[in-house]
């Protein structure tokens, strides 16, 4: 059976439920890349420009991992996924880029998703896998419409259950949200390839709960909201994954919560003005308070831990007052 | 309505040639200059990239002098450029500042939506009128870019260094001054014989080197240091595809008929880097490859974080037969010094390389390629 690789990075906690079960109803194999480590890390590091950001590092760190795991290794190069709205030019080089940095790398399924131009978007069905894998896969039809489904239940259960990605994608790690009272809730909000891999941002989450804080990320409020949130603070989207961090900034410091803690990588072109704005958001009287964390290679865990305890100590003494 | 629009290079003398020329008034801010700089930085988020705080500097500059109208260039794209405005409207409304910007959304609408600006910005004047001022705008800018050209040739085999130099800020300086079509013309034909009269070293042939990269760093001289006067300096001729002539040409009208100039780079690039990244990423994969033959090597400017040349930066060292390439990463951390000594490093790399190959040794294959970060001076 054919192996098709998804490394475990970038888009992959936005897409995994609907590109794995795309190539599994196919009756091909998904293999995934280890969880981030410090080796994967290093060893995607050790490939690239120092400048390029921490996510793209790390990305690269998987597809090593992948490296004679597998036949084919998925990379979708994403330049717009509504119209008029683009992506960075990283996730549109990220194929080539890959392709030159690890050059033992299996043959890339590169599929453009560009909805600008309409022909080719984020649904399966517009993929044309043949043109990568021969002889063509089975099922083809079949399999998109099964993934998208799967895609749409993935966004469900994390809007209207309050399921993160990283419980609902690793059954194992569905961990430590126990029954205990929290007094308080935080937004962490961020691009979920930070926020959500343990390894770079220091399991956030789970220090953020073990603090006190119940946590809500972007993927809680829901795309409206989020849509909502760019539009007050910036107005039309320019960026595909602006809402992530523009939109659910604007959304959460407004929202009966006690405070915003935002993620960004350093280097990140993006990032770089999205905070920027939502920082200057964050100064309207009546806002939540927000803490931002730019994260690298470097950033050292206590440091990490230091700030979110002053800034939760900061958010209870504010909701005690208040109440 | 005072307005202003933030430099790239000599641009500046085409905006106040045409809004001068519709009866707009027009705030050129200061030259772009270390106090720019520092003021851009001081209020621009930390890891954005050069040309976003160069140009906040200017507004800041210019607002003080009593601008009340900033032009930004906006519209939906790959890299942040298009973000610009939106960060920096909000900066400077947080600095207290009251005016109203504008985007231009050159590339959605091209000419038309330059001619619509311009109508809107001129209070109405008839469109015979706003056009015969963007023809002469249009002009100056290619009076200047033919003036350029002669002027890296002199440069590099002149031989009392900086007579070029001196000549063209004059030029600048006089077409700047230029009323008309005519004195247009005049100036322009009466420099360009000044620069050939220029006592030159006939028995060298100097090294060719290219300039390629982002294209605000590659246009802007502030922001790269004088990269061409000190190539110029060390004696090497400096060839460049981005002229702000020919690039207006294409994104204004020819781009629309699906003529693009790059067809050649990008076909050049095509092996390493199949899709357009945004920016100047993808010529700066294919232009060490399509002028292999021509020239000696190439300078790749960038500015620190820019997303499409990281990009570039990453595919280089996996090209095979490629012209040597120097990357100089710029922000506000360069020092002139550093940049000089990686300069003639390279240069005397490239001599010993065209050395080589008139020996007769040829080393076919890879180009070698070295990387310069700001900091050092």
């Not at chain 1, 043949?130 to 039809?141: M, S």
């Amino acid at each position: 059976m054919l192996k098709i690789g998804i490394p475990r990075g970038l888009l992959y906690y936005q897409y995994y439920p609907l590109w794995s079960t795309y190539f599994q109803e196919m009756g091909l194999e998904v293999v995934l890349s280890e969880s981030t480590s410090k080796a994967i890390m290093a060893a995607g590091s050790s490939r690239m420009v120092a400048e390029t950001c921490l996510p793209v590092k790390v990305y690269c760190g998987h597809v090593l991992d992948l490296v004679g795991k597998c036949d084919y290794i998925f990379i979708p190069a994403i330049r717009s996924i509504q119209k008029n709205v683009y992506n960075c030019s990283k996730f549109l080089g990220l194929p080539d880029l890959i392709k030159a940095v690890v050059p033992q790398c299996p043959p890339i399924i590169d599929i453009d998703i560009d909805a600008s131009k309409g022909k080719c978007n984020l649904h399966p069905s517009t993929y044309d896998i043949g043109r990568w894998i021969k002889p063509k896969p089975k099922r083809e039809k079949e399999a998109a419409q099964l993934a998208w489904q799967a895609h749409l239940a993935y966004l469900d259960a994390m809007r209207n259950r309050g399921v993160t990605p990283v419980e609902y994608l690793d059954a194992k790690k569905a961990t430590t949200s126990s029954a205990e009272k929290r007094s308080l809730t935080v937004a962490l909000i961020g691009h979920p390839y930070n926020i959500y891999d343990e390894f770079i941002t220091h399991r956030i989450m789970h220090r953020l709960n073990a603090l006190g804080a119940r946590v809500v990320t972007p993927e809680m409020a829901g795309n409206e909201a989020l849509a909502a949130g760019v539009e007050k603070v910036v107005g039309r989207p320019y960026w595909t994954y602006e809402d992530e961090i523009v939109g659910a900034g604007g959304h959460y410091l407004d929202a009966a919560i006690d405070g915003v803690v935002a993620v960004v990588s350093f280097g990140c072109g993006p990032d770089s003005t999205m905070i920027d704005v939502v920082q200057r958001y964050a100064k309207h009287p009546g806002a939540r308070p927000l803490l931002t964390l730019v994260i690298d290679e470097h950033t050292g865990e206590a440091g990490l831990v230091t700030r979110l305890e002053a800034f939760l100590d900061m958010v209870a003494r504010k909701a005690r007052r208040s109440a | 309505m005072r307005i202003t629009i933030p430099h790239i290079g000599n641009m500046y003398v085409a905006f106040r040639s045409i809004f001068n020329g519709v009866g707009v008034d027009m705030v050129v801010p200061p030259p772009t200059s270390k106090h720019t700089l520092s003021l851009g930085v001081k209020y621009s988020p930390e890891f954005v990239c050069l040309p976003f705080k160069l140009t906040l500097g200017n507004f800041i500059e210019a607002l003080d002098l009593g601008a009340e109208l900033l032009i930004q260039a906006g519209g939906p794209g790959l890299c942040r450029y298009g973000y610009y405005a939106r960060d920096q409207a909000k900066i400077l409304q947080d600095l207290g500042y009251s005016f109203e910007m504008v985007t231009t959304e050159l590339f959605e609408s091209r000419i038309v939506g330059v001619a619509n600006l311009a109508k809107r910005l001129s209070n109405n004047a008839p469109f015979t009128r706003i056009a015969s001022a963007m023809r002469l705008g249009m002009a100056k800018i290619a009076a200047m870019d033919d003036v350029e050209r002669v002027v890296h040739q002199v440069r590099a085999r002149e031989t009392h260094k900086g007579m070029a130099t001196r000549i063209y800020r004059e030029t600048v300086q006089a077409i700047d001054d230029a009323q008309g079509h005519k004195s247009l013309k005049a100036v322009t034909k009466d420099f360009i014989c000044r620069l050939r009269d220029v006592p030159i070293d006939t028995e060298t042939k100097p090294l060719v080197v290219g300039i390629m990269g982002e294209f605000f760093i590659v246009l802007d001289p502030f922001s790269n240091m004088d990269v061409e006067i000190e190539l110029g300096k060390l004696g090497v001729e400096v060839r460049r595809s981005a002229f702000v002539s020919h690039w207006l040409k294409f994104s204004l009208f020819l781009n629309a008929f699906g003529i693009s100039e790059k067809d050649r780079i990008h076909q050049a690039a095509l092996p390493y880097l199949k899709r357009d990244v945004g920016g100047d990423g993808w010529e700066s994969v294919g232009e060490p490859i399509l002028h292999r033959d021509e020239y000696d090597g190439m300078v790749h400017l960038s500015p620190f974080t820019c997303m499409p040349e990281i990009i570039a930066q990453n595919i280089m060292p996996t090209i095979k037969d490629r012209l040597p390439v120097l990357t100089i990463i710029c922000d506000e951390q360069m020092g002139r010094a550093g940049m000089v000594t990686r300069l003639e490093a390279f240069v005397d790399l490239l001599w010993k390389k065209r050395e080589a190959a008139r020996r007769g040794e040829s080393r076919q294959g890879r180009g070698f390629s070295v990387s310069l970060s700001s900091g050092g001076s």
